[in-house]
């Protein structure tokens, strides 16, 4: 899988099944200088913090660690 697609993050055990939520461009993520940057929409729906420090990460800091 090439590292900068949008589901490049998710875990296996993610509670977000690809086939069930197609990503919608603008709202789930959108493109900057050839990456993907995933929304705080779509790190909800995911349903949890991966720990990356994503720029738009809901989560509160303590669950970054």
């Known amino acids: 899988m090439n590292n900068n ?8 055990n993610s509670s977000i099944n690809s086939s069930e939520l197609p ?9 900057e200088n050839g990456l993907f940057v995933l929304t705080a929409r779509f790190l909800l729906r995911r ?3 991966c720990g990356n420090d994503c720029r738009h990460c809901p989560y509160p800091k303590e669950s970054h660690e």
């Open 5 to 12: 697609s949008p589901r490049a993050g998710l875990h296996n």
């Open 23 to 31: 990503l919608i461009e603008g709202e789930d993520y959108y493109l």
């Open 47 to 49: 349903g949890y913090c």
